[in-house]
């Protein structure tokens, strides 16, 4: 019977070893397979391909057998730009961007600014780095960002704000649905005329929140956030890397979401399928004071217009750009999160994703992230899944995640529903505690 991974059985039996062609004509690993020709060849460290195994047989001759595509769901960051972008990237007109005068960033950051109803906006190489010129912008060296400890420029951003800023985060655990507690948030506030504490001058979100399983925060929560921290004299940024998910789960528009925060990055480059790039909006002054503070942490770009063509056609309105398809990535990981409850072996995602244990709760993933654990070890389970063309990754609080994005179609989910069945199969005597201390 065929594995319906797409493997043959006797490639997929194989159990802890990579399948893939040879790497520079170096062979490391080879196991004789009971039913295949030969022997399969595996050099160290490379991962399934479309070229498929290499088969070497008793003579020492190599033949190839065909395999279906790797399906890669470690992110929405692994996305291809579309032929529209590519044809853009090729054409586009370019100038200086250091000087200001390269047209097409110029047009990409009027777009993402009127998208999003401020008056700038500034194009960046990552997401990273437009949170990190919002808070040089924003903050003064020795002030601190109220943030939510599970947030990326928390975790996930090298501590770029303590070595680049010279800032620090008092850091307010979140709830289920990716929000801090009001209260909670209106006490974290400092006494500015306490010389002991930091001064507070920045409160952070994040949207869609990570860590809660990529849930989307609302304009009437956002505006609760800002009233809190004007009422104190501090901005509010949002950590908006994918925004325009949130604004298509809850059917608004990205200016409602981006309206009541005084600055908001967002990603091209993970949802929207760019190559590269995020934009930071917000206005005319705080742009300028990022722009510098873009020089200063070297993000200062060149003929960058080949890379903003493709943001500009991300950016369209309706079928012709990228924002309205994020949809059907939903639709997909629902569809996934919903098989994967039912499989023996997957669990709650625990944490904030799913504080109640027991089974999978499909009803929490409502973008394009599904996070689960596994009552196996962990480890032992995403290289079977691997060795069937699938990809995830582990995460926080010893869950797994897989990601939904442009290029994974539903024929994709169902091979990735299989393969994950056939994974927690293989590895169901494989059973750990990660918790658990040794």
């Keep these: 019977m065929a594995d319906p991974t797409g493997f043959e059985p006797a490639i997929s039996s194989v159990t802890g070893w990579h399948v893939g062609p040879l790497h520079h004509g170096s062979v490391r690993r080879v196991r004789r397979i009971a039913g295949a020709p030969g022997v399969v060849v595996d050099p160290p460290g490379r991962r399934p391909s479309c070229n498929g195994p290499v088969l070497a047989s008793r003579d020492g001759a190599l033949h ?14 692994v996305t291809r730009p579309t032929p529209e972008m590519r044809r853009a990237m090729a054409m586009a007109e370019v100038g200086d961007d250091v000087f200001g005068d390269d047209p097409t960033v110029i047009a990409l950051e009027e777009r993402a600014a009127e998208l999003l109803g401020k008056e700038a906006g500034l194009f960046v190489p990552s997401g990273t780095m437009g949170n990190l ?12 960002t109220i943030a ?5 420029i928390v975790l996930d951003e090298a501590a770029g704000h303590a070595v680049v800023a010279g800032t620090s985060i008092r850091q307010l655990a ?8 009001l209260d909670e948030l209106r006490g974290a506030f400092r006494d500015p005329l306490d010389e002991h504490h930091p001064e507070t ?28 921290a004007h009422e104190h004299g501090v901005p509010l940024h949002v950590d908006g890397a994918r925004l325009w998910n949130a604004a298509v789960a809850l059917e608004v528009s ?28 917000g206005s005319r002054e705080l742009i300028r004071r990022a722009r510098r503070g873009r020089k200063l942490v070297g993000g200062g770009m060149r ?7 493709a943001g500009l056609v991300a950016l369209q309105d309706g079928a012709d750009g990228m924002i309205e398809r994020l949809a059907e990535d939903h639709a997909n990981a629902r569809r996934l999160a919903e098989a994967l409850a039912d499989l023996d072996g997957t669990e709650s995602a625990g944490g904030i994703a799913q504080p109640e244990p027991g089974r999978l709760d499909p009803d929490r993933v409502r973008t394009n992230f599904v996070l689960f654990r596994v009552a196996r070890d962990r480890a032992a389970f995403l290289e079977a899944l691997r060795a069937r063309g699938v990809l995830m990754i582990d995460y926080s609080h010893g869950q797994v995640r897989a990601v939904t994005h442009h290029g994974i179609e539903a024929s994709d989910v169902d091979r990735v529903i299989a393969a994950t069945a056939a994974a927690l199969h ?13």
Excluded: W
């Design 133 to 144: 010129v919002a808070q040089l912008a924003h903050l003064g060296r020795g002030q601190e």
């Design 148 to 152: 939510g400890r599970e947030h990326h």
């Design 254 to 281: 990205g200016r409602d979401l981006a309206a009541p925060a005084d600055s908001v990055t967002f990603c091209l480059s993970k949802g929207l399928a760019c190559p590269i790039g995020s934009v930071l909006v």
């Design 303 to 309: 003929q960058v217009g080949v890379l903003a063509a």
């Design 201 to 228: 001058g920045l409160v952070a979100m994040e949207n869609t929140h990570a860590h809660s399983m990529g849930q989307p925060i609302t304009p009437a929560y956002t505006a609760r956030v800002a009233a809190i």
């Design 174 to 181: 979140e709830r289920p649905d990716g929000t801090l507690d």
């Design 64 to 77: 190839s057998r065909p395999m279906a595509p790797i399906i890669d769901l470690r992110s929405d960051t």
């Design 426 to 438: 293989e590895t169901a005597t494989r059973r750990i505690a990660e918790a658990t201390p040794a």
